[in-house]
């Protein structure tokens, strides 16, 4: 019986192995962040390309953290001063919504409510929110050590992250090289598409909402404005949510008329064009496999891998398309070889 002899270079591999072993092991609570944050670092790695003609490759890596940073603070500081101007408005809408429909079908659908909450309906609406964020996290400085982690690993993606992808593919064999060329390509893609033509997607909607619901006559178009853009960024099923809420309000009031109005020319203007004809010919462009595929991924990685699931579903469901396409035109290349011979 002959003796199992391991290389030199095996042990090193075997040793460099357990190390990431244990490192996932031991950081499995932040993967969460950690698979953001290469997602982020795809996207915006087009962006850092640009910038490298012009800087060097730490001051662009750290002004594209920053610059998402303070994006994020910006629009999120917006939006959060826009629903606290307009929360008492929104309190009225939710007492008219529940006490006009309670004694209709839609009844079912609704929160409910005690007299004494719809009496006080904006700090009611507070308290929600506050349960709600909460619920989210058990211990708040923790989630914010998660935030900052998540930046800092951005920061040092964007840098180094060219760098360690030709460090762990300079290796392979042509064939090999070739595949993973391809796959990497569809991940960069799909990443893109799910990340950067959502954000436009949803610029695009508020854009759009600020005039329509202006002329509809109800104010607070900035308000509307700003729930449908938020509602975009939740793929086929945010903005139609914020859509039906407002109907349902319209339909409390009596306006018939409103309620159509925002049916059949609000969804299609503000929601039914960029869900059906926007996100999917801009996604075409940059991923080789169709649209549905991605729809797929996003409604089965949600549901079983939480919010990571935004990005892991649709990858991997790229990911095996783009795989079958590989092994179909190798199995093709190796019957017309045999039909030759």
Same mark, same amino acid.
């Given at each position: 019986?002959?003796?199992?002899?391991?290389?030199?270079?095996?042990?090193?591999?075997?040793?460099?192995?357990?190390?990431?072993?244990? $490192?996932?092991?031991?950081?499995?609570?932040?993967?969460?962040?950690?698979?953001?944050?290469?997602?982020?670092?795809?996207?915006?790695?087009?962006?850092?390309?640009?910038?490298? =003609?012009? #800087?060097?490759?730490?001051?662009?890596?750290?002004?594209?953290?920053?610059?998402?940073?303070?994006?994020?603070?910006?629009?999120?500081?917006?939006?959060?001063?826009?629903?606290?101007?307009?929360?008492?408005?929104?309190?009225?809408? #939710? $007492?008219?919504? #529940? =006490?006009?429909?309670?004694?209709?079908?839609?009844?079912?659908?609704?929160?409910?409510?005690?007299?004494?909450?719809?009496?006080?309906?904006?700090?009611?609406?507070? =308290?929600?929110?506050?349960?709600?964020?909460?619920?989210? *996290?058990?211990?708040?400085?923790?989630?914010?050590?998660?935030?900052?982690?998540?930046?800092?690993?951005?920061?040092?993606?964007?840098?180094?992250?060219?760098?360690?992808?030709?460090?762990?593919?300079?290796?392979?064999?042509?064939?090999?090289?070739?595949?993973?060329?391809?796959? $990497?390509?569809?991940?960069?893609?799909?990443?893109?598409?799910?990340?950067?033509?959502?954000?436009?997607?949803?610029?695009?909607?508020?854009?759009?909402?600020?005039?329509?619901?202006?002329?509809?006559?109800?104010?607070?178009?900035?308000?509307?404005?700003?729930?449908? @853009?938020? @509602?975009?960024?939740?793929?086929?099923?945010?903005?139609?949510?914020?859509?039906?809420?407002?109907?349902?309000?319209?339909?409390?009031?009596?306006?018939?008329?409103?309620?159509?109005?925002?049916?059949?020319?609000?969804?299609?203007?503000?929601?039914?064009?960029?869900?059906?004809?926007?996100?999917?010919?801009?996604?075409?462009?940059?991923?080789?496999?169709?649209?549905?595929?991605?729809?797929?991924?996003?409604?089965?990685?949600?549901?079983?891998?939480?919010?990571?699931?935004?990005?892991?579903?649709?990858?991997?469901?790229?990911?095996?398309?783009?795989?079958?396409?590989?092994?179909?035109?190798? *199995?093709? *290349?190796?019957?017309? @070889?045999?039909?030759?011979?």
């Amino acid at each position: 019986m002959g003796v199992v002899t391991i290389s030199e270079d095996q042990k090193l591999l075997l040793l460099i192995g357990t190390v990431f072993l244990i $490192a996932t092991v031991a950081f499995w609570p932040l993967m969460t962040v950690f698979v953001w944050a290469i997602a982020l670092a795809s996207a915006l790695m087009p962006l850092h390309k640009r910038f490298l =003609q012009r #800087v060097k490759p730490s001051v662009s890596a750290t002004f594209i953290t920053l610059g998402v940073v303070l994006l994020i603070l910006v629009v999120s500081s917006l939006a959060a001063g826009v629903l606290y101007a307009d929360l008492e408005f929104i309190g009225s809408m #939710v $007492a008219a919504m #529940v =006490q006009g429909l309670q004694n209709t079908g839609f009844s079912a659908f609704l929160p409910t409510f005690t007299a004494a909450q719809l009496s006080d309906m904006p700090e009611t609406l507070v =308290q929600m929110m506050l349960q709600t964020l909460l619920s989210t *996290t058990e211990n708040p400085m923790l989630f914010l050590l998660q935030i900052i982690i998540l930046f800092l690993t951005l920061s040092m993606l964007v840098y180094y992250g060219e760098q360690i992808w030709r460090v762990l593919t300079r290796n392979l064999s042509p064939k090999l090289s070739s595949a993973v060329d391809k796959m $990497a390509e569809i991940t960069e893609n799909t990443i893109y598409s799910l990340i950067i033509i959502q954000v436009s997607a949803a610029v695009i909607a508020f854009i759009l909402a600020v005039p329509f619901f202006y002329f509809l006559g109800y104010g607070h178009e900035f308000l509307f404005a700003t729930m449908v @853009g938020f @509602g975009m960024l939740i793929p086929l099923i945010g903005a139609q949510l914020v859509l039906v809420f407002f109907m349902l309000y319209l339909l409390a009031l009596g306006d018939l008329k409103g309620m159509f109005i925002v049916m059949f020319i609000g969804y299609p203007l503000l929601s039914g064009w960029i869900d059906f004809y926007y996100r999917p010919v801009m996604m075409r462009r940059r991923v080789a496999v169709h649209p549905v595929f991605m729809i797929i991924g996003i409604f089965a990685g949600v549901p079983f891998m939480g919010v990571v699931g935004f990005i892991i579903g649709p990858v991997l469901v790229s990911l095996a398309a783009i795989a079958f396409k590989i092994y179909a035109a190798r *199995t093709r *290349t190796a019957a017309v @070889g045999e039909e030759s011979s």
